[in-house]
C-alpha cells in the first residue's frame, strides 16, 4: 500500500486547511487498501510524532486526540481511496509534518503498517 499525503501549507490562527491522503496498490496478501483503519499523525520540530485521528475501514469508528476534538474530523471516501482530515480552528500549535497510516488490525496510537510522506502545515499567529 502506497499513501500519498497532501493539502498542507500556511494558513493563519483560526483558519482552516483539509488534508487529503490517497491510498494506492496491494499488499502482499492481496487485500486492497479499503479495509485499512486509517489514522493522522503529527510531528512538530523538536517534537515525537503523536497521534492525532483515526477512522476505521468503514467509516463508522473514529477517534481523536483530545487536542484535536471539536476541531478536526476525519473522513473517508473509500471509493476515491482517499482518507481526509478537516482541520478547522487551527492554532500555532498545530503546526507540524502530518503523517497519514493505514493498518489492517490495529487502532488509535498504534496504527502503523504503513505510511505516506508527510505534508507540513504552518499555522501562524
Known amino acids: 500500500v502506497q499513501l500519498q499525503a497532501s493539502g498542507g501549507g500556511l494558513v493563519q490562527a483560526g483558519g482552516s486547511l483539509r488534508l487529503s491522503c490517497a491510498a494506492s496498490g496491494r499488499t502482499f496478501s492481496g487485500f486492497t487498501s479499503t479495509i485499512y483503519n486509517m489514522g493522522w499523525f503529527r510531528q512538530a520540530p523538536g517534537k515525537e510524532r503523536e497521534f492525532v485521528a483515526c477512522?476505521?475501514?468503514?467509516?463508522?469508528?473514529?477517534d481523536y486526540a483530545d487536542s484535536v476534538k471539536g476541531r478536526f474530523t476525519i473522513s473517508r471516501d473509500n471509493a476515491k481511496n482517499t482518507v481526509y482530515l478537516q482541520m478547522n480552528s487551527l492554532k500555532p500549535e498545530d503546526t507540524a509534518v502530518y503523517y497519514c497510516?493505514?493498518?489492517?488490525?490495529?487502532?488509535?496510537?498504534?496504527?502503523?503498517?504503513?505510511w505516506g510522506q508527510g505534508t507540513l502545515v504552518t499555522v501562524s499567529s
Open positions: 497510516a493505514a493498518d489492517s488490525t490495529a487502532w488509535g496510537t498504534n496504527i502503523d503498517n504503513y
Open positions: 477512522i476505521s475501514w468503514g467509516g463508522s469508528r473514529r
